[in-house]
């Protein structure tokens, strides 16, 4: 009886292994000559502004690096991962690739040659876009980005989770291969932001929160999660923003890269307006922001100057503590509330720091990384900057400030807030 029910596990693992083998088996697709066909030039230009929009060349591009020729850096939970080459190279990009090709590794995550690509390349995302606009992205990268012929370095990713045949696995467990549906209850507009937003901006690849193996909880769309050594906030209900994010406030964030009420974009955030969404027409940002407030569940007619809250906020700038013996205090009111301080309104560019988002995020690590590196002219809104404190500050200094600040919020303590500091600022950068 024993040896039958060994037999019959046994049988059953070799079936189902080999029933996986089928499913995770992908053919090679032959390669092709490098040729340039004849694409429109207007076919040509969508994918251009498609590919920034999707942040192609801030992924596929190294600091200092030949654009779109890959090796950029990327440091996950299970290893490090180098972008791979993306140029019409023949022997070390994509030069040789059909378009079949390239729209197969852009739906399912399969290279040319069969194997499965990992999923910090987001193909889940952008598997919900049209065939014509793959094509047309396609066609930007054969015609218009010059051939580099430059090898990938092999990734850090530890046995056995660098088997690509185990992430045909992941895909059937995680992956989200569904295409894109129009809402019929929503407007145009609102399906138009949908679909860049869950498309090709692949918004919520960093703001959904992530399973233990990497992927992405859907129940949780957009409510928030830790990425590249900052948090990318919550865009839902969820939002611990003191002021709702209305879709006048995603425009004017996503355009100029500030909301005087919610704060700059920096970090890996800063180039998916200034290299990436600043490609797309207006339309297009106004859509997306309209898809967001959806979201949110905000009212376009709340008056963010006449809350209570941004009020008490701007009156509290004068309630001074004693600063003989609140070092934080003390501190920002000699390193920082020159610039950030506003009288009776809000002052684009001077931002209020005890309502903007990095202030009242559940994780200090935004507050931190800015008070360490500041924001430089090619962040937040362009040519203005921040001045960093990595080198003027140790990291009691910083974590008195930041401690003031939280408090100051009206928010509890941040918990092992200095040792989030010393965490941070040893961390790699991961900027451009």
């Known amino acids: 009886m024993l040896k039958r029910i060994v037999y019959g596990v046994c049988g059953a693992a070799i079936v189902g292994l080999g029933i996986f083998s089928i499913y995770a088996w992908h053919p090679a697709i032959d390669p092709v000559e490098p040729t340039q066909t004849d694409y429109s030039p207007h076919v040509i230009e969508q994918g251009k502004v498609l590919a920034a929009a999707g942040y192609c060349s801030t992924c596929h591009t ?32 994509i030069g040789s690739w059909s378009q079949a090709a390239f729209a197969r590794a852009m739906r399912t995550g399969v ?18 876009m049209t065939d014509d606009d793959i094509n047309a992205i396609y066609a930007y990268i054969m015609t218009s980005v010059p051939a580099v012929n430059q090898a990938k370095k092999d990734n850090g990713i530890p046995f056995p989770l660098n088997i690509r045949w185990f992430q045909a696995g992941w895909k059937l467990l995680f992956a989200d291969t569904q295409p894109f549906e129009i ?17 090709i901006a692949h918004c919520g690849a960093c703001h959904t929160p992530r399973n233990a193996l990497g992927g992405e909880k859907y129940a949780q769309m957009y409510q928030g999660a830790a990425i590249d050594g900052w948090i990318a906030p919550s865009l839902t209900s969820t939002s611990t923003s003191p002021l709702p994010w209305r879709a006048q406030d995603f425009y004017e964030y996503l355009t100029t890269g500030n909301s005087p009420y919610h704060g700059s974009a920096a970090g890996p955030m800063a180039p998916v307006m ?58 920002y009111a000699t390193a920082c509330q020159a610039c950030h301080y506003n009288s009776d309104q809000l002052v684009k560019g001077r931002p209020l720091i005890t309502i903007g988002s990095a202030t009242h995020l559940n994780d200090p690590s935004n507050l931190i990384n800015v008070i360490l590196d500041g924001v430089r002219s090619d962040q937040g809104i362009s040519g203005v900057v921040m001045p960093g404190f990595r080198d003027a500050l140790n990291d009691d200094d910083i974590t008195a400030i930041a401690a003031y ?16 500091v010393g965490e941070i600022r040893n961390q790699p950068r991961f900027e451009h």
């Open 62 to 93: 190294p600091p200092g690096g030949t654009a779109y020729a890959g090796n950029y850096e990327m440091h996950t939970d299970f290893g490090t991962i180098y972008s791979s080459n993306i140029t019409p190279d023949v022997e070390t990009g």
């Open 111 to 128: 290279s040319r040659d069969g194997h499965h690509l990992l999923p910090a390349f987001p193909y889940e995302h952008f598997n919900k």
């Open 183 to 199: 809402n019929s209850q929503q407007s145009a507009e609102w399906n138009r932001g949908a679909y860049l937003a869950e498309g």
């Open 274 to 331: 200034h290299k990436g969404l600043s490609a797309l027409p207006d339309s297009d940002i106004e859509a997306i922001s309209g898809y967001f407030a959806e979201i949110a569940g905000t009212n376009n007619t709340d008056e963010p100057d006449s809350s209570s809250t941004l009020q008490a906020a701007i009156a509290a700038q004068d309630q001074q503590p004693d600063q003989r013996i609140d070092q934080g205090a003390r501190l």
């Open 405 to 420: 600040l939280r408090q100051a919020a009206g928010e509890n303590t941040w918990p092992k807030l200095q040792q989030k």
